[in-house]
């Protein structure tokens, strides 16, 4: 009767061991993060848990793996890793591919296709050469209804939780959905009183959000760019001659850079530009949607280096905003030179 007391013990505590012990730990105990790539098999995976330092006991692990049966089913993923799991927990989570997502953050002026590649696959599996290759697939686009020109419209400045394992041709697919989602029939309407299609109003907005980054003036200035475009006069906008130029160190526009000849010169040409110059934000959308209806045409820099603008309804007035503006700069630039 005492051995078969014994051996039940010994039986219990060996299950207990297996499937119920806290045999998962972590750095500083923290939450961490186990990444499985595609084509691991279990004993990369082994490889992985010990070389990370997540099992205390490998031998009661791989047991639990065998009753969940995760040695035939590795899936790849990002997996969350806690000391408060158990060998049965992870093993579980791990053999049916319970991931967990991640998030992919978008923000506004992202110009190139490179730069939106690289910030799109930051912290996922794929990498920014395969992204960039589908971002330029042209077949791909267009079934999308986009094109070289307005792709950049799709991409809509926010945080989106992702799977890490998530494919390019999936990641393009989630961003046009939400594309669509953010053009509900609220702004759609919206465009269409303002006479522009949802593209337009995108790439009017580039331009607002590269002129001022304060969200609070950006209908003040998106207001100014309507009143330009009302009445067929040049948008002149200076960011859209860097873009033509296609050097983004520029910091100063010459009169050099308004003879470009190119589409987006907005200078040389009346109207908006082919289309968006960067990725615009959502403020900056929905300032143009929401504009402030104002008689300025004209804006300059203020001479306080706040970041925010002048507005003036002539050139007489803009020209004495420039001039307030040259001075202050040219005291600041001497005042640099003499603390030097």
């Given amino acids: 009767m005492v051995l078969i007391l014994l051996a039940a013990l010994t039986a219990a505590g060996g299950l207990f061991l297996t499937f119920r012990h806290k045999n998962i730990m972590t750095q ?111 077949s791909l686009i267009t079934a999308m ?85 009302r009445i067929n006069m040049p948008l002149q906008a200076d960011p859209t001659l860097i873009f033509a130029a296609g050097d983004y160190s520029i910091r100063r526009v010459l009169r050099k850079h308004t003879r470009i000849d190119s589409p987006y010169n907005t200078y040389k040409n009346r109207g908006l530009p082919p289309g968006p110059i960067s990725v615009p934000s959502i403020e900056a959308i929905d300032a143009v949607l929401n504009y402030q209806d104002h008689d300025y045409l004209y804006f300059c820099a203020k001479e306080d280096f706040s970041g925010y603008h002048n507005f003036a309804p002539n050139l007489r007035e803009h020209m004495k905003n420039a001039r307030k503006f040259q001075r202050a700069l040219t005291e600041r630039l001497r005042q640099e030179g003499q603390g030097k």
């Fill in 28 to 138: 500083n105990g923290a939450v961490s993060y186990l990444l499985v790539p595609q084509g691991a098999d279990f004993e990369q995976l082994m490889d992985s848990l010990a070389g990370n330092g997540y099992l205390k006991i490998e031998k009661t692990f791989r047991w639990a793996a065998e009753h969940e049966n995760l040695p035939a089913n590795v899936h790849p993923g990002r997996y969350a890793v806690s000391p408060d799991m158990n060998n049965q927990q992870l093993a579980r989570k791990l053999a049916m591919g319970w991931q967990d997502p991640l998030n992919v953050t978008i923000s506004g002026s992202i110009r190139t296709f490179e730069r939106l590649a690289a910030v799109l696959t930051r912290n996922l599996e794929i990498d920014s050469a395969g992204m960039l290759s589908h971002i330029r697939n042209d």
């Fill in 145 to 229: 209804g986009f094109d070289s020109v307005s792709l950049r419209a799709m991409f809509i400045p926010n945080t989106y939780e992702v799977y890490w394992t998530i494919s390019e041709a999936e990641l393009l697919k989630r961003m046009y959905k939400e594309y669509n989602q953010f053009w509900n029939d609220t702004r759609k309407e919206k465009a269409r009183l303002l006479g522009m299609t949802p593209l337009q109003v995108s790439t009017l907005a580039s331009i607002v959000y590269e002129e001022t980054k304060k969200t609070d003036e950006m209908p003040a200035v998106a207001g100014v760019y309507i009143n330009r475009l």
